[in-house]
Nanobody, 115 residues
Framework: QVQLVESGGGLVQPGGSLRLSCTAS????????MGWYRQAPGKLRELVAS???????NYADSMKGRVTISRDNAKNTVYLQMNSLRPEDTAVYYC?????????WGQGTQVTVSS
């Protein structure tokens, strides 16, 4: 089992920035993918960004140029730096860890972009 704990969400004005963090604990293996997804009210959960153990990244087209995903393998922690936030980025952001055919989710952290 893997437990994921997210932090860093909150209320931010349009154009502002937030940094989300997610720390994994439990049976965490080095060969995993970690990522961030988000789900807005009434919409499906969608990928924001993902990163492999070796730092290979993948970004949703809607977020390219505005977010950066990174990870600290020694701390089993993944970060999501979000800049130039827009009201349409308002959603619950979920951390995901995929390893050995299994997928684990955090409890989610709310990000609200509003003036």
């Amino acid at each position: 089992q893997v437990q994921l704990v997210e932090s860093g969400g909150g209320l931010v004005q349009p154009g502002g920035s937030l940094r989300l963090s997610c720390t994994a604990s439990g049976s965490v293996f080095s060969t995993n993918f970690m990522g961030w997804y988000r789900q807005a009210p009434g919409k499906l959960r969608e990928l924001v960004a993902s990163i492999s153990r070796f730092g290979n990244t993948n970004y949703a087209d809607s977020m390219k140029g505005r977010v950066t995903i990174s990870r600290d393998n020694a701390k089993n922690t993944v970060y999501l730096q979000m800049n130039s936030l827009r009201p349409e980025d308002t959603a619950v952001y979920y951390c995901n860890c995929a390893q050995r055919g299994l997928s684990y989710w955090g409890q989610g952290t709310q990000v609200t972009v509003s003036s």
